[in-house]
């Protein structure tokens, strides 16, 4: 059972330019979130697509945008990258329970490095 | 969701036992306390998840105070395997969706 899985592993781009990652959840996960983790700091929400639609936002700018596809796998979309930016992208798959009380236990990705020169 | 405060960093040997605190004393009632481990260069991994008293799965203990306003973390016989980030959390599900806010977590290191 493949767990969820995020390309490309390692990223290097330019001030202005736009990146695309991609991640594919766990099998029989429906929920995608996305995160950002500068070094020596803990992962920051970015947002959540569950139904192929942004369910939750952090607080990100609009140049921060994703998708997520009838397959569940989704994709993070950033523009005009800055250097600040650069940071590990950490995508998280979940079963979306529902009526639940607890917390989706989220699984992690490996994560894709950015890097912004 | 409620804000957590946990030791920077600690330290310790094989095979001792190791207690983490996390401190959240703005917990709401729906609100669970879940902690996860994070390697370097790797994503978190789900460690363990409770509500009240105490919880055991075969790698943590989670030990939850009555007022619920700390928890701790405990680890049974640390390995060098155990050397990685700590992260406590608290939240529950906000409109029938969840997320993960992350504080700066606990940096363990294990000598041998």
């Known amino acids: 059972d493949a767990g969820v899985t995020q390309s490309p592993t390692h990223l290097i781009k330019t001030r202005g330019q736009q990146v695309t990652l991609r991640c594919s959840p766990k099998s029989g996960h429906d929920t995608v979130s996305w995160y950002q983790q500068a070094l020596g700091q803990g992962p920051q929400f970015i947002f959540q697509?569950?139904?192929?639609?942004?369910?939750q936002r952090g607080n990100f700018p609009d140049r921060f945008s994703g998708h997520q596809f009838p397959n569940y796998s989704s994709e993070l979309n950033v523009n005009a990258l800055l250097l600040g930016d650069s940071a590990l992208y950490l995508c998280a798959s979940s079963l979306m329970e529902g009526a639940g009380a607890r917390p989706d236990t989220q699984y992690f990705g490996p994560g894709t490095r950015l890097t912004v020169l | 969701l409620a804000k957590t405060t946990q030791p920077i960093s600690m330290d310790s040997y094989e095979g001792q036992e190791v207690n983490i605190t996390c401190s959240h004393n703005n917990i709401a009632t729906n609100d669970y306390i879940t902690w996860y481990q994070q390697f370097p260069s790797q994503g978190p991994r789900f460690i363990i998840q409770g509500y009240k008293t105490k919880v055991t799965n075969e790698v943590a203990s989670l030990f939850i105070p009555a007022d619920r306003k700390s928890s701790t973390l405990s680890l049974p016989r640390v390995s060098l395997s155990d050397t990685a980030v700590y992260y406590c959390?608290?939240?529950?599900?906000?409109?029938?969706?969840?997320?993960?806010?992350f504080g700066a977590g606990t940096r363990l290191a294990v000598h041998p």
């Open positions: 959390l608290v939240g529950g599900l906000s409109g029938g969706y969840n997320k993960l806010i």
């Open positions: 697509y569950y139904e192929e639609e942004e369910r």
